[in-house]
């Protein structure tokens, strides 16, 4: 069940235009992700999503209602900012009150669900501590807190996570899936993160120069681009430039001298890249796998992560491959000579300029 409609919104700066005729349908209790570069458009989006920027064109409905004009603190929206906004002079405990105070909920009721809030954020023991006596993770939390106290229709993050390092990030992410998951309220959030994304969202809406480019799990965006900007953003990928040749009973795609068979209905008959990603082309494969094109090649250098290794390999005719390998047992030496092999399965046709 759809439960907010964003529809043909466009923004102007003046002269200037920052959005292209977005939409997207939001699901009650979806967690949806903005992801994109800077200047996307993204953060744009969410403040005209949370009232402090008026559309040029379009319309926001809410469950049916029509929002586009309510003000901010008439939408039921829950906000968590980038550099979390608490007020200083408070105690964890106030800060999270204070959305309740302001809509004179009764004392007894204030405590009670600010203490819920607390155990669910799990910083019950740090309610009389004032902000500055929190690490950043700790009042990201407050600021989580503070934003769902009210139960609201709606919870949008701007990049909460931005400031923290990378541990604590892969931490907060869990937390944060496993607090909406506990809550069921519709989440927004913008990043540029896309492991970020991936990880905690039901439905990424990927931007690019103020448009949506495609919309889908992290699972159909990875495998199943549509442009190449997107392949690009959401993984690593490797793009061959050359021809589709259909002429045949098996259509393959041609690139230098190899002939790498396609599969899959639709594909594009103008198709003139073909995205394959590191893990879909095979080191050395062996002599059993029947279905792929092999190639010689050259390691020119690996990147080692624990059980495997990103390796950038030369073959000849072609731009250099990104691969992964096995690499519980050592790496492939910088020079050393291995074997490629491609193959069409997991591959994406792509026409040029997409």
């Known amino acids: 069940m759809a439960q907010l409609e964003i529809s043909s919104i466009d923004k102007f700066y003046g002269a200037t235009q920052a959005l292209f005729d977005v939409s997207l349908t939001v699901r009650k209790g979806e967690f ?11 953060t744009t989006l969410l403040k005209i999503l949370a009232g402090f920027e008026s559309v040029s064109a379009g319309r926001i409905t809410l469950n049916g209602r029509d929002v586009t004009a309510l003000a901010p603190e008439r939408r039921n929206f829950g906000l968590v900012f980038q550099g979390y906004a608490l007020f200083p002079h408070m105690t964890v405990f106030d800060n999270v009150a204070y959305p309740l105070r302001v809509r004179r909920i009764p ?21 009389q501590r004032k902000p500055a006596a929190l690490s950043g993770g700790q009042q990201q939390r407050v600021a989580l807190a503070r934003a769902l106290v009210f139960r609201p229709d709606l919870l949008l993050l701007d990049e909460p996570m931005s400031a923290l390092d990378k541990k604590l990030r892969g931490d907060l992410q869990e937390q944060l ?68 040749d259909h002429s045949g009973n098996q259509p393959v795609f041609v690139t230098g001298s190899a002939r790498i068979p396609l599969a899959g209905p639709g594909l594009p008959p103008d198709g003139t890249i073909l995205m394959i990603r590191p893990e879909d082309v095979v080191l050395n494969p062996p002599d059993a796998q ?44 910088n020079g050393g000579a291995v074997t490629v092999g491609l193959s069409g399965d997991g591959a994406v046709l792509l026409s040029e300029g997409v």
């Open 290 to 333: 029947t279905n792929l094109v092999r190639l010689p090649a050259k390691v020119l250098s690996s990147t080692y992560s624990g059980d495997r290794a990103l390796y950038t390999l030369a073959a000849e005719g072609l731009p250099p491959l990104l691969a992964y390998g096995h690499a519980r047992e050592g790496l492939h030496d």
């Open 32 to 42: 949806v992700t903005l992801l994109g570069p800077s200047g996307s458009g993204k």
């Open 107 to 127: 004392r007894d009721e204030i405590a009670q669900r600010v203490a819920e809030m607390l155990d669910l954020v799990q910083l019950s023991r740090f309610a």
């Open 177 to 244: 899936r496993d607090i909406h998951r506990s809550l069921g309220t519709t989440f927004i959030n913008v990043t540029h993160d896309q492991e970020e994304a991936m990880h905690m969202s039901d439905t990424i809406a990927i931007m690019n120069h103020g448009r949506i480019e495609q919309a889908g799990s992290a699972f159909a965006l990875y495998r199943h681009p549509g442009s190449r900007f997107v392949a690009e953003f959401v993984g690593k990928s490797n793009f061959l430039g050359g021809r589709a």
